[in-house]
């Protein structure tokens, strides 16, 4: 089965320093997502991209966050200032999006430790 | 707003046993719903989704779930627990808000002992 790809599998960053979490998404799937995971905690959606832009983002989804696909390939999630409480296993999430029952594929997901 | 709550954050069965985990939703529409599983340092795998074809859902690895209309519950059993069975268990309905956004319940562990 396809796969999507996350790097790093582990970033270990100090406070207030820039990240940026890199995903390579299923070569024909048009809708992308980041979702995070805080230890122990359930999974949150961050934010979905169709089309080149962001389609939903949500609350948690503030001006410290950007996404963009700057190649056609990479999609990216950028952090510019992290926190400690940005602390957390980050997902990158596809699908084709041809209807609400399709399923995510996800990636084996990035660890974010900000120090 | 279409959601999901999970019942249990964690629920311990003996190898040989039947797995129930429990799943509720609110939706004001059909929903699309989904259970995924995510094993240690592992991205979430899809497990079965319903989509109104049929009400009893299979998936893999021996799961099944059963969407109840007038319960609105959608949970997940199995009836003879493996080892391999050991894992987070996410309930889902994705909603169509222009990005078909899906919607995680908060997880529910399984631990399975020998």
């Known amino acids: 089965e396809p796969e999507v790809t996350q790097t790093p599998s582990h970033q270990v960053t100090q406070m207030g320093q820039e990240v940026i979490l890199r995903c390579v998404p299923i070569?024909?799937?048009?809708?992308f997502y980041w979702y995070r995971q805080i230890l122990g905690q359930k999974v949150e959606f961050l934010v979905s991209?169709?089309?080149?832009?962001?389609?939903?983002k949500s609350e948690i989804f503030d001006d410290q966050f950007s996404v963009e696909r700057p190649d056609g390939s990479n999609f990216t999630l950028k952090i510019r200032s992290t926190k400690l409480e940005d602390s957390a296993m980050y997902f990158c999430a596809t699908n084709p999006a041809r209807d609400e029952d399709e399923k995510l594929f996800f990636g084996s997901g990035t660890q974010l430790s900000v120090l | 707003a279409q959601s999901v709550t999970q019942l249990d954050s964690h629920v311990s069965v003996s190898e040989g046993a039947l797995v129930l985990l429990r799943c509720n939703y609110s939706?004001?529409?059909?929903?699309?719903l989904f259970w995924y599983v995510q094993y240690p340092n592992q991205g979430l795998q899809l497990l079965l989704k319903y989509t109104s074809a049929a009400t009893l859902v299979k998936g893999i690895n021996g799961f099944e779930a059963e969407f109840k209309k007038s319960e609105t519950s959608f949970h997940l059993t199995k009836p003879s627990a493996h080892m391999s069975d050991a894992a987070e268990y996410f309930c889902a309905v994705t909603r169509n808000t222009g990005g078909f956004k899906t919607i995680f319940g908060a997880g529910t562990r399984l631990f399975v002992k020998a």
């Open positions: 991209f169709y089309n080149n832009e962001i389609s939903e």
């Open positions: 939706s004001s529409v059909p929903p699309y």
């Open positions: 070569s024909n799937h048009l809708y």
